[in-house]
């Protein structure tokens, strides 16, 4: 191993390790030396405060430190053999017993000085159970048992509880780690990549520090500042990567700047039947101010169901017309994209401009028409399905192409949209709030503009959270509004039975509805069909052709039917928060009072996010309370959005960091934005390390 780095070298060369275990260690995704230096503890056990073996009662969680006074391994009826031990210190004796290890009677001996911490049972008298333990001075001399950092301490001491798999135990990692930990610090510390003033600035330590701190923390309150320094590493390479592909974007690509007089966009405006709202006159300004530059604009719009995006976006098109360039708006489905044309023709209808559809239902000749008319600039908006930036596409003059519901294209597919549109800006839209720190983490190359208010006026969807015993409530008065008229939905977490998770399938339920009232159309509607079966059941639907719509989730995000007014949500309880919303935003849709009513299939209180999902209908505060209730594994979608799940840091908690390390990296790229300064490298080379195999997908390199 002479001149390798250990950092980079194989996890197997490592002290303790070997092939066999390598090939353990790799199914916890550790195969480096600097995996192993990154594979950190999920928590620790705190046996700090040492307890007086005589103080010790039934009930109690301590820690003890104790000489052996005698041993043995008990068998039992159920051939169960425990290790005990009676341990004594100044105060008194207490037993401790290890069931299921009998080869401790191999390892500890009489007389050896022992630190073990666990629960205290009442057990033909007090015994201590001990979850961890070690010996702090071998019965033959006063010294160290263990090789361990704390041995020779009479102070207690906390323990790390590392990410095992099955033949590697938490201890076992634990061993190898620190039989390594010293050489692979030394090299840790000689390549801390963070500039000390930034460390400085933000009050966080080196890296190496924080690394020991972390794998062999002397005391709790060393843990939460070593985890902030490497929680700020994450996400600074993060958003490096990000920073790096806004800025070839926005620098190294031409731009188109609209700068001709708003003349459609100020007789726009000032036709609507109302006014803005703070939040979207906001959101217009940084838009406007974007497209007027040179550079291009590359912007998520994001905003709850109903906050006015589409007017946003509106204004936004007719910017780029009356600068003389054509105008583009995508969704991800031909329903959504005739949607969209309906609603531009009503707001464009006195300005002259006439938006054009082009989707797949054209025939070959219409297509063929609007396609050479778009070659031509005869046709300045278009709407349609991402199809229309593919290769068989020719623009005359694209100046700005919006992408609707960008949460249905992952980083891949907005790079292609971005190659393919050529010098045009780009303005995304999401109905998906999510909070401010992961929305900067998922999509850090764009920059981020937020409607977080809602239109004055609109009427919030009454929502009730339920239990089994209301269902027949709540079918009675779905046929009491579909009397009235109206239009439900039924969801359902499933498309079929299944025998490992107990809930309704959609398939069976539709049935069961039409049993239910034989009077009345009921569709069903889920993932599995063909695009055109889902195309066929929404347009019946959206023509009143069916009164109850049964469905998955395939309709969280979907076209607005204004008549639908009821949602039924079942097992409620297997949807996240943000899901529950996306699927009561599908009514609400028009000026008739809406409801939504989720069932779960429980007999007591409903789980709390449910609860929360009834007290509000604020789609930013209920993603907060997602991010807190389910933790970000849930919500980071690396098959989305090309984003790597962070490890280490954690979004509630370090929305400062994530806001820091957006902002200096952005300064730094934009100072040098290939990294090649001297002072840099270090950057460049982690950055590498990370994330080098990402770059190409972001536009970088």
Known sequence: MSGRSLLSSSVQYLKGVGPRRAERFARLEVRTGRDLLFHLPHRYEDATTVTPIAS?????????????????????????????????????????????????????????????????????????????????????????????????????????????????????????????????????????????????????????????????????????????????????????????????????????????????????????????????????????????????????????????????????????????????????????????????????????????????RLTPAQRRDRLESLAAGEIRLVVGTHALIQEDVAWHDLGLAVVDEQHRFGVEQRRLLRDASGAADMLVMSATPIPRSLALTLYGDLDLSVIDEMPPGRRPVVTGVRGPAAREAAFAFLREKIAEGRQAYVVYPLIEESEAVDARSATRMRDRLADRFPELRVELLHGRLSSEEKDAVMRRFLAGEAEILVATTVIEVGIDVPNATLMVIEDAERFGLAQLHQLRGRVGRGAEQSYCVAFHSGSGEPPERLAVFASTTNGFELARADLRLRGQGDLFGPEQHGVPALRHADLERDADLAAQARRRARELVAEDPGLGRPEHRGLARELAERHGDREGLYGVG
């Open 56 to 360: 010790l009662e039934p009930g109690d969680e301590a820690t003890v430190i104790g000489r052996i006074v005698s041993q043995g391994v008990l068998p039992t009826r159920k051939r169960l053999r425990i290790f005990r031990a009676v341990l004594r210190d100044d105060t008194g004796l207490i037993e401790a017993a290890w069931p299921g290890q009998p080869w401790l009677d191999r390892s500890l001996r009489k007389g050896d000085l022992l630190l073990a911490s666990g629960p205290v049972r009442f057990f033909h008298g007090r015994q201590l159970q001990p979850r961890e333990f070690t010996v702090l001075a071998s019965g033959e001399e006063d010294g160290d048992g263990e090789g361990d950092d704390a041995a020779g301490e009479r102070g207690g001491r906390v323990f790390p509880v590392y990410p095992a798999t099955e033949g590697l135990s938490h201890r076992q990692i634990r061993g190898i780690v620190r039989e390594n930990l010293t050489d692979l610090l030394r090299e840790a510390d000689e390549r801390d990549p963070v500039p000390p003033e930034w460390r400085e600035a933000m009050a966080l330590p080196g890296l190496g520090v924080a690394l020991r701190a972390l794998h062999v923390p002397r005391s709790m309150h060393e843990v939460e500042p070593a985890r902030r320094r490497v929680a700020f590493d994450e996400l600074l390479f993060l958003q490096l990567l990000h920073a790096r592909a806004r800025h070839r974007l926005k620098r190294e690509s031409r731009g188109i700047a609209h700068e001709a007089a708003a003349d459609l966009t100020g007789l726009f405006l000032e036709g609507l039947p109302f006014r803005l709202t703070g939040a979207q006159a906001r959101a217009w300004a940084e838009i406007r101010s974007d497209m007027e530059r040179p550079e291009r604009m590359y912007r998520l719009l994001q905003g709850d169901v109903g906050c006015g995006k589409t007017v946003v976006a509106a204004a936004a098109l007719l910017r780029s017309v009356e600068s003389g360039h054509q105008a583009a708006l995508m969704a991800p489905t031909e329903l959504l994209a005739e949607q969209h044309l309906r609603t531009l023709s009503e707001l464009t209808a006195d300005l002259g401009v006439e938006p054009v559809l082009v989707t797949g």
